[in-house]
C-alpha cells in the first residue's frame, strides 16, 4: 500500500472516529455542573454546611429577598402591592418561614421581605423569570428588584447561558482570519481549521468520559478554557507543522517524503510542548478548590486530543491535498539558498552584535511592567463577578443603604440540635450580626439564619464569620456556617493554599520536562526564569488594565493560578520550539550561530503562532464574567509579552551571553561542516 493510500486510509478512520465521538460530546452539557459545592472545597465548613442543609425537611432552600423602593417614601399603595406579592410568592413557592408582612426600612424609603423557595422547584436559574414576573407589577414610581442569594446565583447561571456557542463562533472567526493573514491563500487555512475542530469534537468527548467515569468536576468555566486551548494550541501545531513542511518540499519532490521529514523534525518539539503543557495542567490535581483541581483533568485530555489529531489527522490532509493547497505561493523543490534576509535575520544580527544590552532592556520593560502590582490586588466580592451588573446586586446594594442592620448576604448556621437554642443566643449577641432566626430542624442540626450587619464580602463581614466560627467551635463542636460570604471566603482562603502548593509543582514539572529535552540542567532554569519573570510582568500589567481600562474592584481569586499556569506552561512552549530548534542546529554550526539560525527560521510562525494563542484567550474578554474576562486578558497579554520579547530578544541574548555553557552539564559535539538541512530559507512562510 501506497503512502497516500495510507493517508487516505487514516483520514477514513478518523471520520469514522470523530463520527461515532458526536453523541459523546454533544452530552458534555449534561454532565456540567455550576453549584457552589462544585467549586468549593470538600474540607470548608460552607461546603459541609451546604450538605447538612439538604438533611433538613425540604432539602436545601434558596434565600430571595425582594425589596421596594421609592425615593419619596412607600404609599399605601406600595405597601398593600408588596403585601399582596409576599402573599402569593409564599403560596407558589410553599414558603412557610418569615416575617408575616413586609419589613419596612427605618428612613420609610423601602419594604423588604424574604422567600425561601426549596429545592423541590429546582436550581434558581430555572424559574428566576417566573419570579421576577410575579413581581413586576407595581405602581408608577416604585422600584422593585429581586436580591439575596437565590437571585444571584440564578444571575450567575444566567451569564453562562449562550456561552458554550458564543465562544466558538467568535474562536473560529479569529482563527479563520489569522490563517488567512498568515498563509495568504484561498485554501490553506481551511485545513488546520477543520483538524482543530475535529480535535475540539474529540476533546469534548473525552471530557465527557471523564466525568461520567471519573466524576471530574466540569463546569462552564473549564468549558471555555477547554475550547481556547483546543483552538489554540492546535493551531499553532498546525502553523509549526506547516511550517516545517513547506520547508521540506523545498527539498523534495514528493510531497509524502517531505511531510515524513517535516514530522521528524517538528513531532518532538510539539510532543515536548504538549508534556510540558499536560503535566503543569495535571498538577492542578493538587488543588483544594474542586473547579481548579476539575480544571488540571478537563485541560490535560484536550491537549492530548489535540496533539493526536494534529499529528495524524492533519499531516494526512496536507499529503492528500497535495502541493496546490498552498496556492498561489506554491513550494518547489530548488537548489541552493534563498540569500534574502528576513526581519528576523536583522533582529538576531542586533541582538548578536549588543547582547548585553539588549537583554538588560528586555529585563528593564518586564520590571516596569511588573510595577503594576503595587495596585489594586484585593479580591472580588460575588457581586463584582459581573461585567454587566445585574438585578440581584443593585437589590442588594439597595438593601445596604436601607435596612444598613442587614447589609450582609444571610449566614447559614448549622448547629447540633441539642445546643441549637445555645448557638442561636450565641449568633444573636455577636456584635456584627443584626438579626438572626431559628429555622427548620433535621435528624441531627437544626439552621439557623443569621444577617450580617457589614456589607457582603467585606473585610469587617468576613471578620465576623472568622469570629463566629472560632467562638461557635468552642462553644458547640460541630457546628459549621455556611452562605454565599462564608463561601466566598473559603474560597480565598482555599486559592491562597492551592497557590502555595501547585505553583510550586508546575515549576518542579517544567524544569524536570525541560531538562529531559535539551538534556541540558542550565538552559531549562534560564528559561523558566525569564518565563516567571514575564508571568510577574504581565500580570502587574494585568493589575493596572482591570483597576483603570476595565474598572474591575479586585482579581478573581483564581486568577494567579489560572494565569500562571497557563503563561509559564505555554510561555514555555515557545521556548521549547526556539531552544530545541537552537540545539539541533548548534550540534552542526555552533551555540551563537545555532541561536541566530533558530531565530531566523522559527521567529515568523513562534510569533504567528503566539497571536493566535493570544487572540483565542482574548475571546474570553467578551463574556459577561469577571473571572473568564480576567484569565483571558492576563494570558493573551502575557503571551504576547513572551512571545515578541521574552522569545524574540532576551532569550537570544542570554543565550549570546552563554554561549556553549547554556547546555550544561552537556556538552556538544565541535560542529560538523557541511549544509545544514534547514539552510534554505522560505520568506514566504514567515509572518513577520
Given at each position: 500500500?501506497?503512502?497516500?493510500?495510507?493517508?487516505?486510509?487514516?483520514?477514513?478512520?478518523?471520520?469514522?472516529?470523530?463520527?461515532?465521538?458526536?453523541?459523546?460530546?454533544?452530552?458534555?452539557?449534561?454532565?456540567?455542573?455550576?453549584?457552589?459545592?462544585?467549586?468549593?472545597?470538600?474540607?470548608?465548613?460552607?461546603?459541609?454546611?451546604?450538605?447538612?442543609?439538604?438533611?433538613?425537611?425540604?432539602?436545601?432552600?434558596?434565600?430571595?429577598?425582594?425589596?421596594?423602593?421609592?425615593?419619596?417614601?412607600?404609599?399605601?399603595?406600595?405597601?398593600?402591592?408588596?403585601?399582596?406579592?409576599?402573599?402569593?410568592?409564599?403560596?407558589?413557592?410553599?414558603?412557610?418561614?418569615?416575617?408575616?408582612?413586609?419589613?419596612?426600612?427605618?428612613?420609610?424609603?423601602?419594604?423588604?421581605?424574604?422567600?425561601?423557595?426549596?429545592?423541590?422547584?429546582?436550581?434558581?436559574?430555572?424559574?428566576?423569570?417566573?419570579?421576577?414576573?410575579?413581581?413586576?407589577?407595581?405602581?408608577?414610581?416604585?422600584?422593585?428588584?429581586?436580591?439575596?442569594?437565590?437571585?444571584?446565583?440564578?444571575?450567575?447561571?444566567?451569564?453562562?447561558?449562550?456561552?458554550?456557542?458564543?465562544?466558538?463562533?467568535?474562536?473560529?472567526?479569529?482563527?479563520?482570519?489569522?490563517?488567512?493573514?498568515?498563509?495568504?491563500?484561498?485554501?490553506?487555512?481551511?485545513?488546520?481549521?477543520?483538524?482543530?475542530?475535529?480535535?475540539?469534537?474529540?476533546?469534548?468527548?473525552?471530557?465527557?468520559?471523564?466525568?461520567?467515569?471519573?466524576?471530574?468536576?466540569v463546569n462552564d468555566q473549564s468549558a471555555a478554557v477547554l475550547t481556547i486551548l483546543v483552538f489554540g494550541v492546535g493551531t499553532d501545531y498546525a502553523l509549526l507543522i506547516v511550517a516545517r513542511y513547506r520547508e521540506e518540499l523545498r527539498h523534495h519532490s514528493d510531497v509524502v517524503?517531505?511531510?515524513?521529514?517535516?514530522?521528524?523534525?517538528?513531532?518532538?518539539?510539539?510532543?515536548?510542548?504538549?508534556?510540558?503543557?499536560?503535566?503543569?495542567?495535571?498538577?492542578?490535581?493538587?488543588?483544594?478548590?474542586?473547579?481548579?483541581?476539575?480544571?488540571?483533568?478537563?485541560?490535560?485530555?484536550g491537549i492530548l486530543c489535540t496533539l493526536l489529531v494534529m499529528v495524524t489527522l492533519f499531516p494526512a490532509l496536507l499529503v492528500l491535498c497535495g502541493r496546490w493547497i498552498f496556492w498561489p505561493r506554491v513550494p518547489r523543490p530548488q537548489s541552493g539558498a534563498i540569500a534574502r534576509?528576513?526581519?528576523?535575520d536583522r533582529i538576531g544580527a542586533h541582538i548578536a552584535r549588543r547582547p548585553v544590552v539588549s537583554a538588560a532592556a528586555s529585563v528593564a520593560v518586564l520590571a516596569i511592567l511588573g510595577l503594576g502590582l503595587l495596585g489594586n490586588t484585593g479580591s472580588l466580592s460575588r457581586a463584582?463577578?459581573?461585567?454587566?451588573?445585574?438585578?440581584?446586586?443593585?437589590?442588594?446594594?439597595?438593601?445596604?443603604?436601607?435596612?444598613?442592620?442587614?447589609?450582609?448576604?444571610?449566614?447559614?448556621?448549622?448547629?447540633?440540635?441539642?445546643?441549637?437554642?445555645?448557638?442561636?443566643?450565641?449568633?444573636?449577641?455577636?456584635?456584627?450580626?443584626?438579626?438572626?432566626?431559628?429555622?427548620?430542624?433535621?435528624?441531627?442540626?437544626?439552621?439557623?439564619?443569621?444577617?450580617?450587619?457589614?456589607?457582603?464580602?467585606?473585610?469587617?463581614?468576613?471578620?465576623?464569620?472568622?469570629?463566629?466560627?472560632?467562638?461557635?467551635?468552642?462553644?458547640?463542636?460541630?457546628?459549621?456556617?455556611?452562605?454565599?460570604?462564608?463561601?466566598?471566603?473559603?474560597?480565598?482562603?482555599?486559592?491562597?493554599?492551592?497557590?502555595?502548593?501547585?505553583?510550586?509543582?508546575?515549576?518542579?514539572?517544567?524544569?524536570?520536562?525541560?531538562?529531559?529535552?535539551?538534556?541540558?540542567?542550565?538552559?531549562?532554569?534560564?528559561?523558566?526564569?525569564?518565563?516567571?519573570?514575564?508571568?510577574?510582568?504581565?500580570?502587574?500589567?494585568?493589575?493596572?488594565?482591570?483597576?483603570?481600562?476595565?474598572?474591575?474592584?479586585?482579581?478573581?481569586?483564581?486568577?494567579?493560578?489560572?494565569?500562571?499556569?497557563?503563561?509559564?506552561?505555554?510561555?514555555?512552549?515557545?521556548?521549547?520550539?526556539?531552544?530545541?530548534?537552537?540545539?539541533?542546529?548548534?550540534?552542526?554550526?555552533?551555540?551563537?550561530?545555532?541561536?541566530?539560525?533558530?531565530?531566523?527560521?522559527?521567529?515568523?510562525?513562534?510569533?504567528?503562532?503566539?497571536?493566535?494563542?493570544?487572540?483565542?484567550?482574548?475571546?474570553?474578554?467578551?463574556?459577561?464574567?469577571?473571572?473568564?474576562?480576567?484569565?483571558?486578558?492576563?494570558?493573551?497579554?502575557?503571551?504576547?509579552?513572551?512571545?515578541?520579547?521574552?522569545?524574540?530578544?532576551?532569550?537570544?541574548?542570554?543565550?549570546?551571553?552563554?554561549?556553549?555553557?547554556?547546555?550544561?552539564?552537556?556538552?556538544?559535539?565541535?560542529?560538523?561542516?557541511?549544509?545544514?538541512?534547514?539552510?534554505?530559507?522560505?520568506?514566504?512562510?514567515?509572518?513577520?
Amino acid at each position: 500500500m501506497g503512502m497516500k493510500a495510507r493517508a487516505l486510509l487514516l483520514f477514513g478512520l478518523w471520520i469514522a472516529v470523530l463520527a461515532a465521538m458526536v453523541p459523546f460530546a454533544g452530552g458534555l452539557d449534561d454532565v456540567k455542573s455550576d453549584k457552589e459545592t462544585d467549586y468549593l472545597p470538600a474540607s470548608a465548613q460552607s461546603t459541609m454546611a451546604a450538605q447538612l442543609e439538604q438533611t433538613l425537611p425540604g432539602g436545601t432552600e434558596n434565600v430571595f429577598l425582594v425589596v421596594y423602593e421609592r425615593d419619596s417614601g412607600v404609599t399605601e399603595a406600595d405597601r398593600a402591592t408588596a403585601a399582596a406579592q409576599y402573599s402569593a410568592l409564599r403560596a407558589t413557592y410553599g414558603s412557610a418561614s418569615g416575617p408575616d408582612r413586609p419589613i419596612a426600612s427605618a428612613d420609610g424609603k423601602a419594604l423588604m421581605y424574604p422567600v425561601m423557595v426549596g429545592e423541590s422547584h429546582g436550581e434558581p436559574s430555572s424559574y428566576i423569570e417566573e419570579f421576577r414576573s410575579a413581581v413586576a407589577e407595581h405602581p408608577a414610581g416604585l422600584t422593585v428588584q429581586v436580591a439575596g442569594p437565590g437571585a444571584l446565583s440564578a444571575d450567575f447561571e444566567g451569564a453562562f447561558e449562550g456561552i458554550d456557542e458564543r465562544l466558538l463562533l467568535v474562536t473560529v472567526l479569529v482563527v479563520t482570519v489569522i490563517l488567512l493573514l498568515t498563509y495568504r491563500s484561498p485554501l490553506l487555512w481551511l485545513v488546520p481549521l477543520l483538524a482543530v475542530a475535529g480535535a475540539n469534537l474529540l476533546s469534548m468527548a473525552a471530557v465527557y468520559g471523564l466525568a461520567k467515569t471519573l466524576d471530574v468536576t466540569v463546569n462552564d468555566q473549564s468549558a471555555a478554557v477547554l475550547t481556547i486551548l483546543v483552538f489554540g494550541v492546535g493551531t499553532d501545531y498546525a502553523l509549526l507543522i506547516v511550517a516545517r513542511y513547506r520547508e521540506e518540499l523545498r527539498h523534495h519532490s514528493d510531497v509524502v517524503i517531505a511531510m515524513l521529514a517535516a514530522l521528524r523534525r517538528s513531532v518532538p518539539a510539539i510532543a515536548a510542548s504538549a508534556a510540558t503543557v499536560s503535566l503543569g495542567l495535571l498538577c492542578l490535581l493538587a488543588a483544594d478548590m474542586n473547579n481548579a483541581a476539575g480544571m488540571g483533568p478537563v485541560g490535560a485530555a484536550g491537549i492530548l486530543c489535540t496533539l493526536l489529531v494534529m499529528v495524524t489527522l492533519f499531516p494526512a490532509l496536507l499529503v492528500l491535498c497535495g502541493r496546490w493547497i498552498f496556492w498561489p505561493r506554491v513550494p518547489r523543490p530548488q537548489s541552493g539558498a534563498i540569500a534574502r534576509a528576513t526581519l528576523w535575520d536583522r533582529i538576531g544580527a542586533h541582538i548578536a552584535r549588543r547582547p548585553v544590552v539588549s537583554a538588560a532592556a528586555s529585563v528593564a520593560v518586564l520590571a516596569i511592567l511588573g510595577l503594576g502590582l503595587l495596585g489594586n490586588t484585593g479580591s472580588l466580592s460575588r457581586a463584582d463577578q459581573f461585567v454587566d451588573t445585574p438585578e440581584s446586586v443593585h437589590g442588594q446594594t439597595a438593601i445596604a443603604a436601607h435596612f444598613p442592620e442587614r447589609a450582609g448576604t444571610p449566614l447559614l448556621v448549622m448547629a447540633p440540635n441539642a445546643v441549637r437554642d445555645t448557638v442561636l443566643r450565641a449568633v444573636e449577641s455577636d456584635p456584627g450580626i443584626g438579626s438572626a432566626e431559628a429555622g427548620r430542624a433535621g435528624p441531627e442540626f437544626s439552621e439557623i439564619t443569621a444577617i450580617p450587619r457589614d456589607p457582603a464580602d467585606s473585610a469587617t463581614e468576613y471578620a465576623t464569620i472568622d469570629r463566629l466560627r472560632t467562638n461557635l467551635g468552642n462553644l458547640a463542636p460541630g457546628t459549621v456556617i455556611g452562605g454565599p460570604s462564608a463561601s466566598n471566603l473559603d474560597i480565598a482562603d482555599a486559592s491562597t493554599r492551592d497557590r502555595w502548593v501547585v505553583i510550586p509543582l508546575v515549576l518542579l514539572v517544567v524544569t524536570a520536562v525541560l531538562a529531559l529535552l535539551l538534556r541540558s540542567l542550565a538552559a531549562p532554569l534560564g528559561l523558566l526564569l525569564t518565563v516567571v519573570l514575564s508571568f510577574g510582568s504581565a500580570l502587574g500589567a494585568s493589575v493596572l488594565a482591570f483597576e483603570h481600562l476595565f474598572g474591575f474592584t479586585g482579581l478573581d481569586s483564581g486568577l494567579i493560578l489560572f494565569a500562571f499556569l497557563f503563561l509559564v506552561a505555554l510561555g514555555v512552549d515557545y521556548n521549547i520550539f526556539l531552544v530545541s530548534r537552537a540545539r539541533e542546529e548548534a550540534r552542526r554550526i555552533g551555540t551563537r550561530p545555532g541561536m541566530l539560525r533558530s531565530l531566523s527560521v522559527t521567529g515568523g510562525v513562534i510569533t504567528s503562532a503566539g497571536i493566535v494563542l493570544a487572540a483565542t484567550f482574548a475571546v474570553l474578554t467578551t463574556l459577561p464574567l469577571v473571572s473568564l474576562a480576567q484569565i483571558g486578558f492576563a494570558v493573551a497579554f502575557g503571551v504576547l509579552l513572551d512571545t515578541l520579547l521574552v522569545r524574540s530578544i532576551l532569550v537570544p541574548a542570554l543565550t549570546m551571553l552563554a554561549g556553549d555553557r547554556v547546555w550544561w552539564p552537556a556538552r556538544l559535539p565541535r560542529p560538523v561542516p557541511g549544509r545544514s538541512p534547514s539552510t534554505t530559507r522560505d520568506p514566504e512562510s514567515i509572518m513577520v
